[in-house]
């Protein structure tokens, strides 16, 4: 039905004559020609192109909102995380190593799923010492717990980046790892100790 | 001319593989040297790659290219640093890709001496035995039928000017989908298999649509870079390609932006160049078809725009969708002013 409606509404687009100087691009224009640029995707592709609220103003401000976007983002992130049963934030390390360092699941060629998803955290931030081979696109976490003297108040605003960074920085360019799906809660509890853990190289 | 041009590309192309494949990454290409005489002919041509390398590394001259100074510099901290808790290869990640980009820059610059040398100029060639022989159900070349916006046949800086608006399909139009149009309508060419599976897997040889690609970009290389942005048409898909750049969406909420809309940030060892800043833009998109190490073979925009989106967890991009043609048309307006340097040499 929604498939239908953006169609038509595309047609209609077509039907308008005369483009104007600056071709303004129409965000549903380019929703509606990714759906056509993807033919050979499965049918449950489809929800990949869609964008949800916070997609489309970050998209639109190019990752710079205004204020009250901004504070609608940040409310919305919030209200999508969950927390651990038992209430610990932490799991183990050595864990979170391993999924820091694998950039695996969920493209194309990952399927069918040959072994649980990667954080790939080392493709933007640095880690551990041993670990040069690190991205800059996101901040160095070098010591990240240490500096910040492993406080729980960290601890759980930690596992709140990893879940939804956009619960506190709107439009960050880290996905949403536990909001999306990405990562089980008790991936992000590993990555958390890997970051927060005083026994963590991160913090040797 | 051709034919020794084929057959020194060959012997380049086998040595690269041999050398730069082993260093670069696991996808090594022995599998191309299948009989013995060629398993001895590329490693002889390995071995007089490896002395000229040395000598061009001795040469007073010679100038590293930046990137390849931050990594050498990191390496000794990763022999110092205590064991890490992953398990590690004996060459650390980071030894290998600093080895790689110090071979690759001796790679570039000893093809600097010798044009000749780059492997896509094998596809090149063959690129233009496609555009130039009769083929197809309707047994006529392009080379008598394809206009590339420069009139029939004439592909001497057609490629410079791409993608562009062509009147007689009433949209734009980057290199490879203008090829492959040509093959469909004058050739009568079946492209339900080719649209399948556009382009080639690691190790294997560009398909016919990139090789003719590769071969027109060559007929550019040195030239401005002069993407049309006059028809409303070419506005458009240049806008389009805008809004697509920066448009978050899939699982990971990756857009093209998010590696590749800042100077100076890289994914790992890998530096990102920050497209939509036209002084960064100009040094690298002119590089497209370029023969990427890492893959062993020739890769054309199409095929990397795909690529891109793979990673952005998004499905295989169609070959000349609006979207593949837009986001070119963008990246080329990007770099309009630079020079066409293709076919180009990649990590």
Same mark, same amino acid.
């Not at chain 2, 780059?118 to 070349?141: C, F, H, I, M, Y």
């Given at each position: 039905m929604k498939k239908q409606m953006i169609l038509a509404a595309f047609a209609a687009m077509l039907a308008t004559p005369a483009l104007s100087q600056e071709a303004k691009v129409d965000p549903l224009q380019a929703e509606v020609l990714l759906r056509f640029a993807f033919s050979q995707a499965p049918a449950d592709w489809a929800k990949r192109i869609a964008q949800d609220e916070t997609m489309k103003v970050c998209s639109a401000a190019r990752n710079a909102p205004s204020t009250a976007e901004a504070e609608k983002i940040m409310a919305t992130a919030k209200a999508t995380i969950k927390y651990p049963e038992d209430g610990k934030l932490m799991g183990d390390w050595k864990k979170g190593e391993a999924i820091a360092q694998s950039g695996y699941g969920m493209r194309f060629s990952d399927y069918p799923p040959r072994r649980p998803n990667g954080g790939n955290c080392y493709a933007c931030h640095q880690m551990t010492q041993a670990e040069v081979s690190y991205g800059t696109v996101g901040p160095s976490l070098r010591e990240y717990g240490k500096i910040r003297k492993f406080a729980e108040a960290d601890v759980k605003a930690v596992y709140e980046k990893i879940y939804n960074a956009h619960a506190s920085f709107p439009c960050s360019l880290m996905p949403r790892f536990g909001s999306n799906g990405v990562l089980s809660i008790d991936q992000i509890k590993d990555l958390v100790a890997l970051v927060m853990s005083p026994d963590s190289p991160v913090n040797k | 001319m051709r034919g020794w041009r084929r057959q020194f590309a060959a012997t380049a192309m086998a040595g690269i593989g041999l050398g730069l494949g082993i260093m670069a990454t696991g996808f090594v290409p022995l599998a191309e040297a299948q009989t013995r005489g060629e398993a001895d002919r590329a490693r002889k041509a390995y071995e007089e790659h490896m002395k000229r390398m040395d000598e061009a590394e001795k040469a007073p001259t010679?100038?590293?290219?930046?990137?390849?100074?931050?990594?050498?510099?990191?390496?000794?901290?990763?022999?110092?640093?205590?064991?890490?808790?992953?398990? @590690?290869?004996?060459?650390?990640?980071?030894?290998?890709?600093?080895?790689?980009?110090?071979?690759?820059?001796?790679?570039?610059?000893?093809? @600097?001496?010798?044009?000749?040398?780059?492997?896509?100029?094998?596809?090149?060639?063959?690129?233009?035995?496609?555009?130039?022989?009769?083929?197809?159900?309707?047994?006529?070349?392009?080379?008598?039928?394809?206009?590339?916006?420069?009139?029939?046949?004439n592909v001497d800086g057609a490629f410079a000017e791409m993608p562009r608006y062509f009147a007689d399909v009433d949209r734009v139009m980057d290199t490879e989908t203008r090829i492959l149009w040509c093959m469909e309508n004058f050739q009568d060419f079946d492209s339900t298999a080719f649209r399948k599976s556009p382009h080639p897997g690691g190790g294997q040889p560009v398909k016919d649509v990139g090789a003719m690609a590769t071969f027109i970009a060559s007929k550019s290389a040195g030239m401005k870079i002069a993407s049309h942005a006059d028809h409303p048409k070419e506005k458009e898909a240049i806008a389009l390609g805008e809004m697509l750049f920066f448009r978050r969406q899939a699982p990971f909420d990756f857009s093209c932006a998010t590696c590749h809309a800042e100077s100076g940030k890289r994914i790992r060892l890998q530096p990102l160049p920050f497209l939509s800043d036209p002084k960064e833009a100009k040094v690298v998109v002119g590089e497209w078809p370029a023969y990427r190490v890492s893959n062993t073979h020739v890769m054309t925009m199409q095929h990397r725009l795909l690529d891109c989106y793979w990673q952005m967890r998004m499905h295989k991009l169609d070959f000349g969708s609006e979207v593949s043609v837009a986001l070119s048309a963008y990246l080329y307006d990007r770099a309009r002013g630079g020079t066409s340097a293709a076919p180009g040499l990649k990590r």
């Open positions: - | 010679a100038k590293p290219a930046p990137q390849a100074q931050s990594a050498p510099a990191a390496a000794p901290k990763a022999a110092a640093a205590p064991a890490a808790p992953a398990v @590690k290869p004996a060459m650390s990640q980071a030894d290998q890709d600093a080895a790689t980009e110090r071979g690759l820059e001796q790679y570039r610059r000893m093809m @600097k001496e010798d044009p000749w040398s780059n492997p896509a100029l094998l596809d090149a060639d063959r690129g233009e035995a496609l555009w130039t022989d009769k083929r197809g159900p309707k047994k006529v070349s392009l080379a008598e039928t394809c206009d590339l916006g420069k009139g029939v046949g």
